[in-house]
Structure formats: structure tokens, C-alpha cells
């Protein structure tokens, strides 16, 4: 069952503009993953964030954690088209090492 | 070094025959997960290794999928008498432990379609 729930479920956006996704989950977790996924195959991964940790930051990319209101969001600073894709966010629970996996975000930077 | 891989790419079956897709882990990687992704949906899990064996095979749907790990390396996931409702990308991918901490690196997928 999908755990996370992304918003917008798409998103379209000129080159240079900023792109925010957010990522609700339900459970307690251990640990949140932000993947990226181009025409429906293999995964990327961007960015892994702990429970413990509230911001994070990967080159354009910068990933929040709110634990209390069980929530993150993806920021991706300056886009260009190649940032075209799905970007998921997936929750590592403390019980165990599989990961939950939301519903995604596509997210089209137009040139 | 070499990611994680899957064969083959593409598989098309008919409904009722016995298919296998294997996965090559990251060399040294002892975890090793494989997820279903249906059209327009996210990952889903099926199953998880540690070394050798399933440490939670609770996300296989029911008793016709199977996936075995003999030598803690390579994993195969075999699906017996496929149903058109199988058809999906089957996704592996592999971390260096367990434990819910650690980052999984995913292989490019197999497409498998069932007519």
C-alpha cells in the first residue's frame, strides 16, 4: 500500500524557476528518500534524510523534514529541462528496510 | 564500479506461462529489495534479502511469486501462472545493510507484460 502522499501531483514550470514538491506519510519513520525517475525505469536517488535531521542540502537540491506534521518537501533551485521527471518520496519505517513509496510528482521544466 | 542490474529489459508472455527476472546487486551490497510499479503509480515492495534469505517477504501478492537468493548475490523473482494483472515494471535494488537506514540503489527495471 502507498504510504506517502505527493502534492502537486504535477507541475509545470519555465527554466530558472524554482520547483517545490511536498510529501505527506502516515506512519513513524526512520528515514525519508527522495528518488527521481525518468520515462518509468530505473530510479535515482537524490536525497536521504533521517528522523532526526531537518534540512538537508545536495547541490540545487534542498530536502525539509517535519516530523511532527509528518511531512517533507523537495526544492530544486535554478531548473533546467533536464530536471524533467517523476521525483518520489519513499519512508524507511523503524520496524523494518523496506520503503513506502508515494504516488510521485512530474515535474516538466519548459526551455 | 557496476550498478545494480536486471534481465532482461522486456519480457512479454501469455497468460499462464512461468517467467523469471533476475537481478545482479551492487558487488558487496548484502540487502537486496524488489518492488512492482504499475502505470502511473509509485514503487510497491514484494520482498527483501539479507544475505541469502527473505527477511520479509510480506509484500508478495499471493503464492504464485517466489524469489530466491542461493549465494546472497544475484536474486531471481520467478512468477508462476501469469496473469494479465501482472503485467508491470519489476524493480530490484540493493543497499549495503539493513536496518531501514540505508540508501537503495535501484537497477533500471524489467517491463514485463502479460497478453
Known amino acids: 500500500s502507498q504510504q506517502g502522499e505527493e502534492d502537486p501531483q504535477a507541475l509545470s514550470i519555465q527554466e530558472g524557476e524554482n520547483a517545490t514538491m511536498n510529501c505527506s506519510y502516515k506512519t513513524s519513520i526512520n528515514n525519508l528518500q527522495w528518488y527521481r525517475q525518468n520515462s518509468g525505469r530505473g530510479l535515482v536517488h537524490l536525497i536521504l534524510?533521517?528522523?532526526?535531521?531537518r534540512e538537508k542540502h545536495s547541490g540545487r537540491l534542498r530536502v525539509t523534514l517535519d516530523t511532527s506534521k509528518k511531512s517533507s518537501s523537495l526544492l530544486i533551485t535554478a531548473s533546467r529541462a533536464a530536471d524533467t521527471a517523476s521525483y518520489f518520496c519513499a519512508t524507511g519505517e523503524t520496524s523494518g528496510s523496506r520503503l513506502t513509496f508515494g504516488e510521485g510528482t512530474q515535474l516538466t521544466v519548459n526551455p | 564500479g557496476a550498478g545494480v542490474s536486471q534481465t532482461p529489459s522486456n519480457k512479454v508472455t501469455e497468460k499462464g506461462k512461468y517467467v523469471e527476472l533476475r537481478c545482479d546487486p551492487i558487488?558487496?551490497?548484502?540487502?537486496l529489495y524488489w518492488y512492482r510499479q504499475s502505470l502511473g503509480q509509485g514503487p510497491e515492495f514484494l520482498i527483501y534479502?539479507?544475505?541469502?534469505?527473505?527477511?520479509?517477504d510480506s509484500g508478495l501478492p499471493n503464492d504464485r511469486f517466489f524469489a530466491v537468493r542461493p549465494e546472497g548475490s544475484v536474486s531471481t523473482l520467478k512468477i508462476q501462472r501469469t496473469e494479465r494483472g501482472d503485467s508491470a515494471v519489476y524493480l530490484c535494488?540493493?543497499?549495503?545493510?539493513?536496518?531501514?537506514?540505508?540508501?537503495?540503489?535501484f537497477g533500471p527495471g524489467t517491463r514485463l507484460t502479460v497478453l
Open positions: 535494488a540493493s543497499s549495503i545493510d539493513s536496518g531501514g537506514t540505508d540508501t537503495q540503489y
Open positions: 534479502f539479507q544475505g541469502t534469505g527473505a527477511a520479509d
Open positions: 558487488s558487496g551490497h548484502t540487502a
Open positions: 534524510i533521517r528522523s532526526n535531521e
